[in-house]
């Protein structure tokens, strides 16, 4: 095994060095794109955004309706001007509900790969237009869904393993080489490399101390979370690991054969890592599914030789195989085809995916280079692309993911509500009032992880916060209903916890800040303070 590393590392080596000495040569085979690993990822997008409608139905009336927390005026006050979402067209829970199936049969569709061009081009408009129906849930992995899914509407991801592979009347290519393979496998190396810059600004990084104590955070470790935390020494080679593979993400590019293998399994078994440790909701999924792209010819061929040396009966596999190519065939061939159309619809995609490279790519690029001045300034180039890509959600965000530093602070929310027969009452984690911790594992004060990204846009606020005001607002109209009180006033605390190697596994020794967020006078009550923090 040992030997096998060595071996990959010389070629690494001697790969690194002939690009070295032939910098202005151009390698096809950089943004080539083998048409198995795009079928993977079009059935794990499609996979991803079914599980995703599934996930958000748990919090349907909260946080998709108007009676919930984020009424349709919120999120368009909240949301780029003009962003597109078809779910800003009603207010009934009932057609609201329908969207989401509506979304997950496009993805079904997606998933057997039918029209696969019309299925993605309705999948990420569907997806863009959940998310900014509710602005205040999202995170990185829905912003890296949405740009990898953009840029996959121009490449062809029903070449195989598909319906529209079996309606093909040639056979599939082997690869793909075109400008939108080298968009999407740029954006995936321009959100680790840019991400890995940021982290060069922290000594917690560059020491090794961060990852120890990001899992110290008890609010977002889970599963195997607390187990790492007694093998410091081990987190902190492997932070920084990570934080170097970041930095040196470019040679996803740069490898070929099997050191890019190599390099995709070293970052999907980071990814793999965050998955059974870290509560970051999709992430390390999109992430893995972008990594697939990387995947060349070889490695398929590898996994095949594996497979044939495997004794297996191939005759198991050939009657589902026979079933599922008959019920493909029975999908209508539809054809609306034209020499005219395909030259107009060539050149029209060609045209937008150009734009939309300078736009979402380039510009972004640029603007961290010497010459940011010129497209960076507040009426520059950048802050008109980004306007425009916001309203459809492919904006280019800072990729600050743990970064520059890492949050070294585990924190729970306490919300003091009095009642009209005088009582005090912790309506957010149902209790008696006190600022002591709510569970052990901090994780569990949210029923999803939506919830605590939601927690995240609603501590953010200030005073007049209007998020703040409608979630209290809400508890105020809700709360008799549920558990028959009636509450007068609403307060909103966070309480920090500050993380320290030390501290790790004893929060009691932590120190501890509680910091106001909102008062909330319900109805006709006027705010007031109630069991104040000592």
């Known amino acids: 095994m040992i030997r096998t590393i060595l071996v990959l590392f010389a070629a690494l080596s001697t790969r690194v060095r002939e690009r070295l000495r032939n910098p202005t040569y151009i390698d096809p085979e950089w943004v080539r794109i083998d048409t198995r690993s795009l079928a993977v990822f079009r059935i794990v997008a499609g996979a991803l955004i079914i599980a995703d409608i599934l996930l958000r139905s748990r919090n349907f009336g909260f946080f998709y309706t108007e009676d919930g927390v984020v009424p349709q005026s919120l999120a368009m006050e909240l949301s780029a001007d003009n962003a597109f979402s078809v779910y800003y067209l009603t207010t009934d829970s009932t057609i609201i509900a329908a969207l989401f199936v509506v979304q997950v ?7 057997v790969g039918y029209k696969t061009t019309l299925a993605t081009i309705f999948s990420f408009l569907l997806v863009i237009s959940l998310d900014h129906h509710n602005p205040l849930v999202l995170s990185y992995a829905d912003v890296l869904f949405r740009l990898l899914l953009f840029w996959a509407i121009f490449l062809p991801l029903g070449e195989r393993w598909s319906v529209d592979a079996l309606h093909a009347e040639s056979d ?4 793909i080489t075109s400008l939108a393979s080298a968009a999407i496998l740029a954006q995936i190396v321009y959100m680790y490399f840019h991400n890995g810059y940021h982290k060069t600004e922290s000594e917690l990084w560059t020491g090794g101390e961060a990852t120890p104590l990001i899992m110290g955070l008890d609010n977002t470790t889970f599963l195997l979370g607390e187990f790492t935390r007694n093998v410091p020494t081990l987190l902190q080679y492997g932070g920084l690991t990570w934080y170097y593979m970041l930095l040196f993400s470019w040679l996803l590019l740069l ?15 980071g990814h793999a890592s965050f998955a059974i440790t870290v509560r970051i909701g999709a992430f390390p999924y ?5 990594l697939v792209l990387f995947l060349q010819m070889s490695f398929w061929d590898d996994l095949s030789a594996v497979r044939r040396s495997v004794p297996v009966d191939s005759g198991r596999f050939a009657s589902p195989r026979g079933e599922l190519e008959r019920l493909g065939s029975r999908f209508p061939k539809v054809e609306f085809d034209s020499k005219t159309r395909r030259r107009i619809t060539s050149g029209l995609s060609t045209l937008v995916l150009a734009l939309a490279i300078v736009s ?5 690029v640029v603007s961290h280079l010497p010459i940011a001045g010129f497209v960076d300034d507040e009426d520059g180039p950048k802050e008109r692309v980004d306007d425009t890509a916001a309203i459809i959600g492919v904006d280019q965000p800072e990729w600050s993911v743990f970064a520059p530093h890492p949050r070294t602070s585990d924190r729970y929310y306490v919300f003091p509500a009095a009642t009209a027969d005088g009582d005090s009452i912790d309506v957010y984690n149902d209790r008696a009032v006190t600022y002591e911790r709510p569970y052990e594992e901090l994780q569990q004060q949210f029923g999803t992880y939506r919830e605590r990204f939601y927690m995240n846009s609603v501590r953010s606020g200030g005073p007049d916060d209007v998020v703040s005001a409608t979630l209290a607002d809400h508890l105020c109209e809700t709360w008799q209903d549920d558990h028959g009180e009636e509450l007068t006033q609403v307060n909103m605390y966070v309480v920090v916890e500050d993380v320290t190697l030390e501290t790790i596994d004893e929060p009691a020794d932590r120190d501890r800040e509680i910091y106001p967020i909102y008062a909330h006078g319900c109805g ?4 007031r303070e109630i069991a104040p923090p000592e």
Do not use: E, H, Y
């Not at 999109?286 to 972008?290: A, E």
């Not at 006709?524 to 705010?527: A, E, G, H, L």
């Open 255 to 269: 490898l070929r054969g099997r050191a890019r293998t190599l390099l995709v399994a070293m970052f999907i078994g």
């Open 524 to 527: 006709d009550n006027k705010p």
């Open 105 to 111: 049969l496009v993805a079904l569709q997606l998933i």
């Open 172 to 175: 599939a290519r082997a690869g």
């Open 360 to 364: 979402v790519l380039v510009i972004p």
């Open 286 to 290: 999109v992430s893995m599914m972008g």
